[in-house]
């Protein structure tokens, strides 16, 4: 039995072990494995926004097709006549209008928005700081309609600020707000407002506060420490509220529809008109095509201007 139990020994011998099976020859694949996890995992994440912006890119090369076509026939036929009509004079003034608000609007929303994110960034309660962001969230919490509705009741002839005005003697009869600019220009401020905040309050909450104790040790005022110390270091987040007020403002539509009716006819108003009346699709997508391409070259254009600028600050200082 000896010389069995020797060659049945050496056989259990030369089977290798589950230990030796997973042992280095294998460790390069698993580390391979790993890594392209690892790599993986990111796109993974990425996965819901990039199918938001697949679909948004398709509905946008439907609309581009469909401002080609011919009424009747949206997406057979091909024409140019769509956007030569765009050159009228009242779509032109429609768009003039339209970039002026959105461009008078988002002037008035950042400068609004520069004291309360300094007060959002700066403040030690935690308190203060959740009221506050309540506060600046609370219009986007509401329902646009909603908004535009309290407007009428403010703005409207009989609405609180005429009251407010003629109790105060400042005004002998009521200001008509009401279908005119400044009052389309007040409901686009009040809506858009959050979207100039957030971004630079959160721009400001990134500026260590050794830089304004720098600039208050060598003399320099609160109004200075801010021009020249604390916006320039949050001029990314003050530039991305800015643009992203005016790109929300430029198509808007609800807003401008209820504060201003026909009177005012901002390019979202006529897009709809072009629509919901005529049923004139290819009409409207041209519209649709020159708004987004003028907003686009409008936020491209100040951007450029602003880097251009803040190189040129930094090249001076050198």
């Known amino acids: 039995m000896t010389p069995m139990l ?7 011998s030369a089977v290798p072990s589950p230990g030796a099976a997973s042992g280095t020859p294998d460790e390069p694949a698993f580390d391979v494995r790993q890594t392209a996890l ?43 006549q769509n956007y030569a009509n765009l050159l009228d004079g009242y779509f032109m003034k429609s ?42 969230l609370l219009p986007l919490l509401v329902n646009l309609l909603l908004q535009g509705y309290g ?52 721009a400001m909450r990134a500026v260590s506060r050794s830089y304004e104790e720098a600039a208050a040790t060598l003399g320099a005022t609160r109004w200075q420490t801010l021009r020249h110390v604390l ?14 007020v005016f790109a929300y403002n430029a198509s808007a539509f609800a807003v401008p529809l209820l504060l201003g009716g026909r009177r005012v006819p901002m390019l979202a108003v006529l897009v709809h008109d072009q629509v919901a009346p005529l049923l004139n699709w290819p009409a409207a997508s041209a519209s649709g095509v020159v ?14 201007l602003v880097h251009r600028t803040q190189r040129l600050g930094e090249e001076s200082h050198a």
């Open 38 to 80: 690892a790599k993986a995992r990111p796109w993974l994440l990425l996965t819901p926004i990039l199918l938001f912006l697949a679909v948004l890119g398709a509905a946008a090369l439907v609309v581009l097709r469909m401002s080609f076509g011919t009424q009747g026939d949206e997406w057979r036929g091909f024409t140019l």
């Open 95 to 136: 768009l003039w209008l339209t970039l002026r608000l959105a461009f008078q609007s988002m002037i008035c929303a950042v400068l609004l928005a520069i004291p309360v994110a300094l007060a959002m960034a700066r403040t030690e309660s935690r308190l203060a700081r959740r009221l506050l962001l309540a506060g600046v």
């Open 151 to 202: 407007w009428l009741i403010i703005l409207g002839p009989a609405g609180l600020l005429n009251h407010a005005l003629l109790a105060s003697g400042l005004v002998q009869r009521p200001v008509m707000w009401l279908y005119r600019e400044h009052g389309v220009l007040l409901g686009l401020i009040q809506t858009a407002f959050p979207l100039a905040v957030l971004p630079l309050s959160s």
């Open 291 to 304: 708004l987004m391409v003028a907003t686009l070259t409008v936020m491209a254009l100040s951007q450029r």
């Open 231 to 244: 916006l320039p270091l949050a001029m990314p987040g003050l530039v991305a509220g800015a643009l992203l």
């Open 6 to 12: 020797a060659r049945f020994s050496r056989r259990a």
